[in-house]
């Protein structure tokens, strides 16, 4: 029977440590899952040691109290079960279970903001992609326009050089028609040609006797002797003899010799740009006046200067006019009394018309190099300009290009800005 005693309070020793150890188990795991581990080892290690220490003391307790066995609720065979299973509620387990909730629903929220957050960030790269497409797109537009503006301009400046070019050639081609390579020689010989034409010897003679002779270029069609400025003095001979009539001075008559002489004269005044007067004879000079009567009429009538005076000589009968215009305006006049010896003269009129025959002829051997010269000048502007409008083209097809990449890479970034809409 004591047998039975100890075997009893042992048992039950061992249940209630097992209890105790399960108990504070749970809880410490409430508190510290980590301390399952120790807790479970520690609680072993207790209950053997209680098993092994308190041996003898149980079986005093037992053999004193018979009626432990009625308090405990039974004897052996009735021991009380326990389910050491059982989940142990306390207010510990409640906390961790409304933080454990809390920090869940946390999370949650916290993801589902960080996926907004990313989503606007997105938005917003796509926003600032197509601001910088737009302003690709602006600025290849306006290359573009820059482009076709400036191949318009070089199309209407070819399309005037095209008809520079028409009427440089139309006029070429009429020179041509009526140019005379035989009469080329005579129109570059000038006055002397003429005076060869109408076997005139005061002429020639004074042209061939003269110290001065070598200054007259001939061909220069700016030189005192060339024959477009021969046909221009017969103006100024007419306006010499309209002077004098309106003082009341008689008609001079044109010299053949003395018009020689005053293209002599002029050439080596031209050159030296002074006077170069050795004839012997009376002569105005003038140096860059349109008209020279401005210098020998109109600024010396009032005070009756030397200019003047030899313009209305009253015992002068011949005169001779030259201009040229190699270095600036020189017009030159010499008169002759008659006994200074002029030698042929004609009036006016019957030079002008003789003259003006043979200038006629003359006329078709004048050098067509002018024209050639403004031909080829508008051909390789014309060709300038044609390659010119070519470039533009090309420069046009590039900033074309240009601006349909931009446009298409705007379409796409609005289309993908669209989407987050």
């Known amino acids: 029977m004591a047998n039975n005693n100890i075997k009893l309070g042992i048992g039950l020793a061992v249940v209630l440590v097992a209890l105790f150890t399960s108990v504070v188990v749970k809880y410490s795991m409430k508190q510290d899952p980590t301390m399952v581990s120790r807790s479970e080892k520690s609680g072993a290690h ?70 907004a957050d990313t989503a606007e960030n997105k938005k917003q790269k796509a926003q600032e992609a197509l601001a910088s497409a737009e302003a690709k797109l602006n600025e290849t537009s306006a290359r573009l326009d820059g482009a076709q503006a400036a191949l318009d301009e070089a199309k209407g400046n070819r399309d005037r050089l095209q008809s520079e070019f028409e009427a440089a050639k139309a006029k070429l081609e009429e020179v041509k ?81 003395l018009m020689a002489l005053a293209v002599l004269n002029n050439d080596v005044a031209s050159n030296n740009g002074q006077s170069a007067n050795n004839t012997g004879l009376e002569e105005d ?25 030899r313009l209305m000589k009253d015992d002068a009968v011949a005169m001779g006019f030259a201009f040229s215009n190699k270095n600036n305006n020189v017009h ?32 078709k051997g004048k050098s067509i190099t002018a024209e050639e010269e403004a031909y080829k000048n508008a051909e390789n502007a014309l060709n300038g300009a044609k390659q010119t409008v070519s470039d533009k083209e090309n420069e046009l097809k590039t900033a074309s290009a240009a601006y349909g990449s931009a446009k298409t890479v705007y379409d796409e970034r609005l289309k993908a800005l669209q989407a987050f809409n």
Do not use: C, H
């Open 177 to 257: 028609r009526g140019y005379d390579a035989n009469q080329n020689e005579n129109y570059k010989r000038g006055l002397y040609g003429f005076y060869e034409s109408i076997g005139n010897g005061d002429g020639m003679n004074a042209f061939n006797a003269s110290e001065y002779s070598s200054a007259v270029e001939t061909g220069n069609a700016k030189d005192a002797a060339s024959i477009e400025n021969v046909k221009r003095s017969i103006d100024f001979l007419n306006k010499a003899n309209q002077l004098r009539a309106d003082e009341g001075r008689s008609e001079l008559r044109v010299s053949y010799r």
């Open 332 to 363: 030159n006049i010499l008169f002759a009394t008659e006994e200074q010896g002029p030698g042929e003269t004609v009036s006016v009129s019957e030079f002008a018309d003789k003259f003006n025959e043979y200038y006629n002829n003359t006329i």
């Open 46 to 115: 207790a209950a053997d040691a209680r098993v092994v220490d308190s041996s003898s003391e149980s079986e005093a307790l037992l053999a004193t109290d018979d009626d432990l066995l009625t308090t405990l609720g039974g004897d052996a065979s009735e021991a009380p079960e326990i389910d050491e299973n059982a989940p142990v509620v306390t207010q510990s387990t409640e906390k961790l279970d409304n933080r454990r909730k809390t920090e869940t629903t946390t999370a949650a929220t916290t993801t589902a903001s960080s996926k």
């Open 285 to 309: 000079l003038a140096f860059g006046y349109e008209d020279p009567f401005d210098a020998w009429y109109n600024e010396q009538k009032e005070n009756g200067g030397d200019d003047f005076n």
